[in-house]
């Protein structure tokens, strides 16, 4: 029997209804230019560079589906007054002749409250280290209300001009908060068994799709592990992929770790920059990372492709596409996924550092990222985020 041969990550490829020009998508990163909860020219000119610079698809991020869900005051949340503006990103990016995606969802209990003006809602109540802040256990009503306005977020997103949605299933936001034991203690049909504590995604999973109308791709931001002490952890991974499999509702599934309410260095990998996230918070917050920094923000050694041990054995049972994340800077990196199986790979930091380095590796197969993964662009995000090793140019942290 002959292989199937391996893909070429430079080469056009099907994702859902839609054909990206290569396999590498720009992971979703928070890019702090949405004053007003809108689009900004600066937020358009960060994705047009990323388009120009060579990657099949780019991700607008974070598009939160209700006010309460952002992770702080000035980021898109979907209504029809951003339809304006994202309309504009989408053009710009497609005249560069790139697809665009918008990753949807609710950020729970890492959203600000006090920066919404809005109570933040998690699986369960407890006491949240953002802000910090106390997480108030999402009714019934709001799960409602929120699994709806993703069909709604879905159908703007639609009408603003985007290939492709991504749903935020990751981070510990609002919807992998019900996945994680650690934080879902519910006792309705929310809590206990796994298939309860995963109901909510299908759920949503369930209600973007019949919103596409099969018009765009869906994919859907999957942990494999918070990185938390009886978090969401690997095997739970497994059985909940082969259910969304199942289930029909996504087009790909792109996976990730870490948990941003409760270890946000384990998605990163690389130093954590203590003394410069401490330089950007208030005098209160900034003596808590002094104090207990290091307890909270832990450093990880990098390496390159470091997610896919575990996105392996996510690979070995299921068969729909996978998009690879996680130390994926140069083209040795992409030739690996592809030869491991994965149909498409993300990039974050790599592009951030430097917008056009997809187009360089086209050019140059040997190209090398210059991404040392000092993560100082991490405490950017409070107030301009950008890389502080580049010339002047907008990058983000990874939602």
């Known amino acids: ?40 020219e600066q937020l358009i000119d960060f994705h047009r560079r990323v388009a120009v610079g060579g990657v099949g698809m780019t991700t607008v991020a974070y598009c939160a589906v ?144 019949a919103a596409t109308g099969g018009r765009i791709a869906v994919l859907a931001k999957l942990n494999m592990d918070d990185g938390v002490p009886g978090g969401f952890w690997l095997d739970e991974a497994i059985q909940v992929a082969q259910w969304l499999e199942a289930d029909g509702s996504l087009d790909a599934i792109e996976l990730t770790i870490g948990s941003s ?28 990372v002094k104090v207990a920094g290091k307890y909270f923000l832990h450093d990880y050694p990098y390496r390159d492709l470091f997610m896919l041990d575990a996105a392996r054995q996510i690979r070995a049972n299921v068969a729909m596409p996978l998009v690879l994340l996680g130390g994926i800077t140069d083209k040795a990196a992409m030739d690996t996924a592809m030869a491991e199986g994965f149909e498409f790979v993300a990039m974050a930091r790599a592009l951030l550092r430097e917008p056009d380095l997809v187009e360089r590796i086209r050019a140059h197969h040997e190209t090398k990222s210059l991404c040392i993964h000092c993560n100082k662009c991490m405490p950017t995000i409070f107030y301009d985020t950008h890389c502080v090793l580049a010339a002047p140019q907008t990058v983000g942290s990874e939602q």
């Open 261 to 288: 309410l409760l270890n946000p260095m384990y998605l990163f990998k690389g130093d954590a920059p203590l003394d410069e996230f401490a330089a950007v918070m208030s005098p209160l917050m900034r003596f808590g």
């Open 66 to 209: 209700a006010p309460e869900g952002r992770t702080e005051a000035d980021q898109i949340w979907m209504r029809e007054e951003a339809v304006p503006g994202l309309q504009r990103l989408t053009a710009a990016v497609h005249a560069e002749g790139a697809a665009v995606s918008a990753q949807i969802g609710h950020a729970g209990p890492v959203a600000s409250a006090k920066s919404n003006g809005l109570r933040a809602l998690c699986a369960s109540r407890r006491i949240s280290p953002i802000g910090p802040q106390l997480t108030h256990a999402a009714t019934k009503a709001d799960i409602h209300r929120i699994r709806t306005a993703h069909g709604t977020a879905t159908r703007l997103a639609i009408e603003s001009g985007f290939d492709a949605v991504e749903i935020h299933f990751g981070h510990n936001y609002f919807a992998s908060s019900f996945l994680s034991p650690a934080l879902n203690r519910r006792k309705d049909d929310y809590g206990g068994s796994l298939r309860n504590r995963a109901r909510l995604i299908r759920e949503i999973a369930d209600e973007v799709r």
């Open 1 to 40: 029997m002959t292989a199937n041969p391996v893909p070429d990550v430079l080469a056009p490829a099907s994702l859902g209804p839609i054909t990206l020009r290569n396999r590498i998508i720009k992971s979703a990163t928070f890019e702090h230019m949405a004053p007003g909860a809108l689009v900004s």
